[in-house]
């Protein structure tokens, strides 16, 4: 496809919406914005402008409508396959500045807000009136819009699922410009074909979000996690499905190595707990009462145990509770800072095979003499694993690269699992799913991007295409 360069009546037409100082041209825009946190992908957007309101966006995409000017919308750019970056350049609209909380509902238990507002200030927000907003996606800085438009998992899926299950509502416009209301605060709705959950998870290609209505749930009163070390890693995973299998629900079940943990010590500078095993779980349990909580986890705690586990440690302590969680949190980025480059691989496959995958993963760790380290939420199958470059010349790094992901695609494929459990699939993953669902499949996705965005003006390059 090909779209009208910028020029400078396009400019003045722009600044004539959103005024002078809400306007970058290219010279005048970060590096930042050319990339996110790790898509492999960079391109600068020739024109970045900070829109304020739904009024706003809507007039700059009908003016790119109308033009043919390539859009693409940017959150706070932590995703991690690409989507946000601008592949043909055009106008990208930031909307980190539409960040206010609208209204909170009590009496219908929702919270209405901006797309800009950042994870980590809604669950401060609704804490403080005793709700709960479940989505625990790892990375806090992230926006509620970008979070919708990945369909965002975290750590507590395992009880509570993900963004789209939160999700009621949504302010959206179209590639055209029009403004239209999706779902609303209702609990129920059998009405016609479901956009509301199309739109969720479609990584600003088919519209973008100006308004959001998340559901909400009281806070539960307590909380408590498990550091269960085990000597080896299967043994650790393998007992994941024995504890579904038990129906005690914990919140989150993550699975973490060694090595990881090591990576994330000398990155923070801080100790975990324990670091003396090779495999670890760690667990929370969620509920209103410490007889509840205490319940699952006697449980899931014998569980363990039977299964091999060498230990079962209380996190209990707000200490504690910290650094172990501190850790889990800054797993990526300590992954990231031990090595020169890496890519990620977010497949989610079924609970009882996630020991098979990331055995698999250790074969090719050898098979290809790369270095691969893997974590993630072994309670809900969505494994992320990480190949490292280290010292490897740039051609046989590319090479290995696509020759070990080839692989893990194939394998999770193999396993009846899926390309991405969170992380979508921007630029970065397009082969594997294209190869994973087929023609048909594909034609009836591409239908849809055709029938919301019909010149190809939004996100271009993007999941389908
Ligand atoms: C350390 C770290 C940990 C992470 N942990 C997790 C995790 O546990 N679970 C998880 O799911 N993800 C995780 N992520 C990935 C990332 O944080 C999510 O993908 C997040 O949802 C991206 O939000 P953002 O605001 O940064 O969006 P961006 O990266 O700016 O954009 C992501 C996509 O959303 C689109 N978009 C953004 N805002 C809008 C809007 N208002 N309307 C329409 N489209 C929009 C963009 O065009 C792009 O396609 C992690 C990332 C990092 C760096």
């Known amino acids: 496809m090909s779209y009208k360069t910028i020029d400078s009546k396009d400019v003045e037409y722009l600044k004539s919406v959103v005024g002078e100082n809400r306007i970058f041209t290219k010279e005048d825009i970060s590096e930042d914005f ?98 709960f907003y479940p989505p625990d996606p790892g990375e806090k800085s992230a926006t509620i819009g970008g979070n919708i438009s990945t369909n965002a998992g975290g750590m507590r899926a395992v009880k509570y699922g993900v963004t789209r299950d939160y999700v009621r509502g949504l302010e959206v416009v179209l590639p055209n410009g029009k403004v239209v ?30 308004k959001a209505i998340l559901r909400l749930l009281p806070l539960p009163k307590k909380s408590i996690s498990l550091l269960v070390p085990f000597p080896d890693l299967n043994k650790a995973i393998g007992t994941v499905p024995k504890i579904i299998k038990s ?4 919140t989150a079940i993550e699975f973490m190595q060694r090595e990881v943990i090591l990576s994330a010590e000398k990155f923070l500078g801080k100790k975990f707990p324990d670091n003396s095993s090779d495999a670890y ?41 910290e650094a172990v969680w501190s850790a889990r ?81 194939n394998k999770a494929i193999e396993l009846k699992g899926l390309v991405s459990g969170e992380h979508g699939i921007g630029y970065a993953k397009r082969k594997y799913m294209f190869k994973q669902y087929g023609d048909e499949y594909m034609s009836v ?21």
């Open 247 to 250: 129906k005690a629900i914990p």
């Open 329 to 409: 949190g800054a797993f990526l980025e300590a992954v990231k800072a031990s090595t020169t480059e890496m890519d990620e691989c977010d497949v989610v496959v079924p609970r009882n095979r996630v020991a098979e995958f990331i055995n698999y993963t250790d074969e090719l760790q050898k098979e290809f003499n790369i270095r691969i380290r893997s974590f993630g939420h072994a309670g809900d199958g969505n494994l992320h694993v990480y190949v490292l470059k280290d010292e490897l010349a740039q051609d046989i790094w590319k090479n290995k690269l696509l020759e070990v992901f080839d692989a893990m695609y």
């Open 181 to 210: 209301e999706f779902g609303g605060k209702v609990v129920k709705n059998s009405s016609g074909y479901s956009l509301k959950d199309l739109l969720v998870g479609s990584e600003g290609t088919l519209g973008i979000i100006t």
């Open 34 to 131: 050319s990339h996110d946190e790790l898509g492999g992908v960079s391109n600068m957007p020739d024109l970045l402008i900070s829109a304020l309101s739904t009024e706003e966006v809507s007039k700059i995409m009908k003016y790119a409508y109308d033009n043919n000017i390539s859009v693409v919308a940017r959150g706070s750019g932590t995703g991690l396959v690409g989507a946000s970056v601008p592949l043909d350049g055009g106008i990208m609209i930031n909307l980190t500045g539409m960040n206010k909380i609208l209204e909170l509902d009590e009496e219908n238990l929702t919270l209405t807000l901006e797309p800009g507002v950042l994870l980590m200030e809604i669950s401060k927000f609704v804490e403080e009136h005793d709700l």
């Open 281 to 321: 779980l760690l667990l929370t349990f969620d509920g209103n009462s410490k007889e509840e909580i205490e319940e699952a986890y006697d449980k899931v705690a014998n569980i363990c145990l039977e299964e091999g586990a060498i230990d079962v440690f209380i996190v209990d302590t707000d200490e504690r509770k």
């Open 445 to 465: 996705m591409r239908g849809i991007k055709t029938a919301f965005d019909p010149e190809n003006i939004l996100n271009p390059g993007k999941v389908c295409e």
